[in-house]
């Protein structure tokens, strides 16, 4: 099932990207695919390229290269592309003077694919009541509102740029839990950016590390187990594990030693030390090392 | 919600499906139940549902559980005897040899633990 759904023809294909601001590059020579069907992370640090890249997917910032989105060029064929992309921003736009009825109303009047009645449905129980002001709603109820209005479209690619941003774990656990119930499905493709790896990452199907706008590790989430591991290195075996080309060491209390390896022999490993798979948030710290140095 | 740890051993799909396979052997899921959907343990243990499916694949080819067009995976009828026969032969095979030698080694009488009547015999 796995391989039929990636086999499937992507989403999102770029090659050669490139955006430079003022002297950064933002994007320099980016490439990568996002299958459909999957729920993609696009992980990377302050400044590393993540937001210009979903911008560039979304048409809203000019670049070079070759980006096709659903078949389509995002810089020419934009206004087509909206009624299957739909995006949530950290920075929630919506005007504070606003009813929860009057934003329902709204994205109806301008969206040919948005279900009012399932938007509806969706804040039942909530304490998004029809007459409440976008004033009155705290950060989480903001996004709760976004997050409905968004999944009664029924779009092909959803876009989330660090969409739990500012939100406490009772709006974040639930965020994610909506979107996995009432909206997922193997004809959608979830493209999302973050910082709390920890928390997405059993989410994601597949993940792709950014920096310096290029693409650093890009991979199904089943296989980082077979190919990463982590060894707690004894210290009379340092030496012969460095032979075995760790890309990350970092030395521990007590004479142990922390190494990563990537597809390196797991029986070998094994006679240096205890080893163990590495979570995302270990490989990301390890792969953005000297980042902010 | 239930609090969830996953440990960094095992593919996180192998220990959703161990979970629902002690789930059978202590009889909280008994042949004919009916599993919650993909979506629904995707949404409460927050994993994106193609480890659910997977995990739901692998108790399918073990015959643990069966699709019903339209109604989703059910336990299947032979799964407790399935499950309880292999883990028969598993401790007969793995667990056993090693109680039966620490007896030996320790002087112990089998028959004395076994006897209802000892103080050993009550299970």
Redesign the interface.
Known sequence: MNTEIRNGSPVVVARGLRKAYKNKLALDDTRFEVPLGRIVGLIGPNGAGKTTALKAILGLVPFEGDLKVLGKDPRTQRDELMNDICFIADVAVLPRWMKVKEAIAFVAGVHPRFDEAKCRRFLEGTQLKPDLRVREMSKGMIVQLHLALVMAIDARLLVLDEPTLGLDILYRKQFYQRLLEDYFDEEKTILVTTHQVEEIEHILTDVMFIRDGKIMLDAPMDTLGERYTEVLVNADRVEAARALKPVDERALPFGKTVMLFDGADAARLGELGETRTPGLADLFVATMKGTYA | ?TAVE?N??A???RQLKERVVAMMLDGVLRPGDALPSV??V??????????V??AY?ELADDQLVEKRRGLGMYVTEGATARLMASERERFLREEWPMVLERIQRLGLDPKELLDPKSKWGQA
């Not at chain 2, 995707?42 to 480890?51: F, G, R, S």
């Open positions: 919600m996953w960094d051993g593919p996180i799909y979506r629904q995707a949404a409460e243990y927050q994993l994106n549902p193609i480890t499916s997977r694949q």
